[in-house]
């Protein structure tokens, strides 16, 4: 938890989540997702399982990468990860909102097909920004795959 907590607190623009958050984090509902180059960790991706009657949602919380692993793909294959395991846990869709000024995450997300769905006002603060409110519908046929009963 500690090196995790090092690398989001070197991630400009990420907000410095404390131990009570990261312990709720990973005692609830979460999937996080770690990657490790040369003993250190590299970047990690973390989302919340939303359960609500009749379906489940998961919340992007946060995709971070070192600045050494940077424009080598490695964003990319977290969040494709994470959303496996999403879609594995029965989510019918990823939310997550973003800096409106973040184009490179942008266009990862768009890359790998998610939706702007719309924008909060100046919902970041240090600075303050717009956030882009975004989506990912998964396949409602895989999601039901992973819902029935053996």
Known sequence: MAALQRLQAATPGMPPWTDVHWRGLLAGDAIVVIAEADGDIAGYA????LRIPGEV????????VAS??????????LLRYLL??????????????????????????????FQEEG???RYYRDPVEDAVLMSLQFPQDTVALEKRPE
């Open 84 to 113: 496996g395991e999403a879609q594995a846990a029965g989510a019918i869709r990823l939310i997550l909102e973003v800096r409106s000024g973040n184009t490179a995450a942008r266009a990862l997300y768009r890359g790998l097909g």
């Open 119 to 121: 924008l909060r006002r």
């Open 57 to 64: 949602l998961a919340e992007l919380e946060a995709i971070v």
């Open 68 to 77: 050494a692993y940077r424009r080598n793909g490695l964003g990319n294959g």
């Open 46 to 49: 973390v989302a919340s399982l």
